[in-house]
């Protein structure tokens, strides 16, 4: 079954520093790759996805997150972070070989707080 | 344009009382899907529609019932709410599967307590 670990359920950075939040995912297939943000109170919001095309990809906001098969990451990364980029990240995956194709399986959730 | 709408936003339950949450959308979506948030374990998947008609089970679908007599609404049954109901329900749509790259687009949340 198709599961995916983001390490550090919270990230504290500085206005200004380099965002860096780590998912893990295990699939023994190149799986789909997701991004989603949560904002306070309102739902999930699609940042950004890898399907198959260019490893690296570019979402919204300023993030992008980089697909490496051989560690089996796909880590998002923003190089300047904002005060308005606090809120909660959602790493997610899915098999679209597998039993369960169409499916999204979530990681646990980052939460990000940026200090002025 | 509306977008995904849930309702009631909150809702405070006895244990044994039934309930039903609300979800409707506008974007002529043939996919649609529950899911549940709890802390520290992301979002799990309840039940899930590909088209009016046609539903099917999630990761977690005991204790809960769908129904999907049209393509615009989707809504989520509590058969007898436990406190282990107790959770943040957000209800989801898509052209396609989200897991094949199709943008889903998500309420706001029902929060829901169970006592």
């Known amino acids: 079954a198709q599961s995916v670990t983001q390490l550090g359920s919270h990230v504290s950075v500085s206005e200004g520093a380099l965002v860096l939040l780590r998912c893990n995912y295990s699939?023994?297939?190149?799986?789909?790759l997701f991004w989603y943000v949560q904002y306070p109170n309102q739902g999930l919001q699609l940042l950004l996805k890898?399907?198959?095309?260019?490893?690296l990809v570019k979402g919204i906001n300023g993030f992008e997150a980089e697909f490496k098969k051989s560690e089996t990451s796909f880590h998002l990364t923003k190089p300047s972070a904002h005060m308005s980029d606090a809120a909660e990240y959602f790493c997610?995956?899915?098999?679209?070989?597998?039993?369960?194709?169409?499916?999204?399986?979530f990681g646990q959730g980052t939460i990000l707080t940026v200090h002025p | 344009n509306a977008g995904v709408t849930q309702t009631p936003k909150f809702q405070v339950l006895k244990t044994g009382q039934s309930m039903t949450l609300q979800c409707a959308q506008d974007?002529?979506?043939?996919?649609m899907s529950w899911y549940r948030q709890d802390p520290g374990m992301g979002l799990r998947l309840i039940h899930y529609?590909?088209?009016?008609?046609?539903?099917d089970q999630g990761e977690v679908p005991n204790g809960y019932n769908v129904s999907r007599s049209t393509t615009e609404d989707f809504p989520l049954r509590l058969l007898s709410a436990a406190p282990s109901q107790t959770s943040v329900y957000f209800c989801?749509?898509?052209?396609?599967?989200?897991?094949?790259?199709?943008?889903?687009?998500f309420g706001a949340g029902t929060r829901l307590s169970v006592l």
């Open positions: 989801a749509s898509s052209y396609g599967e989200p897991g094949w790259g199709n943008i889903q687009y």
């Open positions: 699939s023994s297939v190149p799986p789909y």
């Open positions: 890898y399907t198959s095309a260019a490893t």
């Open positions: 997610a995956v899915s098999d679209p070989g597998g039993t369960s194709y169409g499916k999204l399986t």
């Open positions: 974007m002529n979506h043939e996919y």
């Open positions: 529609s590909v088209g009016a008609g046609i539903t």
